[in-house]
C-alpha cells in the first residue's frame, strides 16, 4: 500500500467554482500533514501546514480527519491561476515527507 | 531573504557516467532534503542531511550519496547513471522553531541520463 494516495484528477472546473479533493494516508503516527502546489515544471510550493483539524488560508481549506486517515483539501471561487498539480504530503517522522502523485487541477474560463 | 538554488538546471549524461549536483539552503535553514521525482509521480524522499550528517534516508541504493558542508549548502552524488534516473532532483531545506519539518523547495535539476 502506497504511503500517500490521491486522486489523480483530473478535475475540470468553471472559474468560480468549488472543487475538493481528498488524499488518505497509510501510516496513523504522522503527525504533519502539508499541501504544496506544483505548476508544471517547477518545483512543490508549500500551499498550506494542516497541524490540527483542519485550517483556512482564503479561499483554500484544508481538513484532517485523523480517525479515517484522509485529508481534503477545498478550493472556493476557483480561479484560472488554481489550475496546477496538488500533492497531499505527510510527515511520518521527523526527517521526511511522503508525497501522493497529485491531484491535477484544471479552472476554465 | 534568499531562496533555496540548485545547479545545474539541467544535465545529460550517458549510463554509467557519476553526477553531482548542488544546492544552497534557504538563509536560516540547517537541514536539507533531497528528493526524486519522475515524470507523473510526486517526489520521492532520498535522504536529509543536518549539521553535516545524514538524518534519514529513503529506499535508494548506496550509489546515491551526499555531502552537507559547514555553511549547510549540500551535494547529491550519483554513481554508475542507470536510465532510471532520468528525474527531477529538488533539494528543500528546513529550519527550526515550531514550523521545523515545513520544507521549501529549490527550483530543481532535470537530470536526462541516455
Known amino acids: 500500500r502506497k504511503e500517500v494516495e490521491q486522486d489523480p484528477g483530473p478535475f475540470n472546473v468553471p472559474e468560480g467554482a468549488t472543487v475538493a479533493f481528498n488524499c488518505t494516508y497509510s501510516?496513523?503516527?504522522?503527525?504533519?500533514f502539508f499541501w504544496y502546489r506544483q505548476d508544471c515544471r517547477k518545483e512543490p510550493k508549500l500551499l498550506m501546514s494542516?497541524?490540527?483539524s483542519g485550517n483556512e488560508d482564503g479561499r483554500f481549506t484544508a481538513q484532517l480527519n485523523r480517525a479515517s486517515q484522509y485529508i481534503s483539501l477545498l478550493i472556493r471561487d476557483s480561479k484560472l491561476s488554481d489550475s496546477a498539480t496538488y500533492l497531499c504530503?505527510?510527515?511520518?517522522?521527523?526527517?521526511?515527507?511522503?508525497f501522493g502523485a497529485g491531484t491535477t487541477v484544471t479552472v476554465r474560463a | 531573504e534568499t531562496g533555496v538554488t540548485q545547479s545545474p538546471t539541467h544535465l545529460i549524461k550517458t549510463r554509467g557516467q557519476q553526477v553531482t549536483l548542488r544546492c544552497s539552503s534557504q538563509?536560516?535553514?540547517?537541514?536539507v532534503s533531497w528528493y526524486q521525482q519522475a515524470l507523473g509521480q510526486g517526489p520521492q524522499f532520498i535522504f536529509q542531511?543536518?549539521?553535516?550528517?545524514?538524518?534519514g534516508r529513503g529506499n535508494f541504493p548506496p550509489r546515491f550519496s551526499g555531502l552537507q558542508f559547514p555553511n549547510y549548502s549540500s551535494e547529491l552524488n550519483v554513481n554508475a547513471l542507470e536510465l532510471d534516473d532520468s528525474a527531477l532532483y529538488l533539494c528543500?531545506?528546513?529550519?527550526?522553531?515550531?514550523?521545523?519539518?515545513?520544507?521549501?523547495f529549490g527550483p530543481g535539476t532535470r537530470l536526462t541520463v541516455l
Open positions: 504530503v505527510v510527515n511520518p517522522n521527523d526527517y521526511k515527507l511522503s
Open positions: 538563509s536560516g535553514h540547517n537541514t
Open positions: 501510516n496513523s503516527a504522522s503527525q504533519s
Open positions: 542531511y543536518y549539521r553535516e550528517e545524514e538524518n
Open positions: 494542516v497541524y490540527s
Open positions: 528543500a531545506s528546513s529550519g527550526q522553531g515550531t514550523h521545523y519539518n515545513e520544507q521549501f
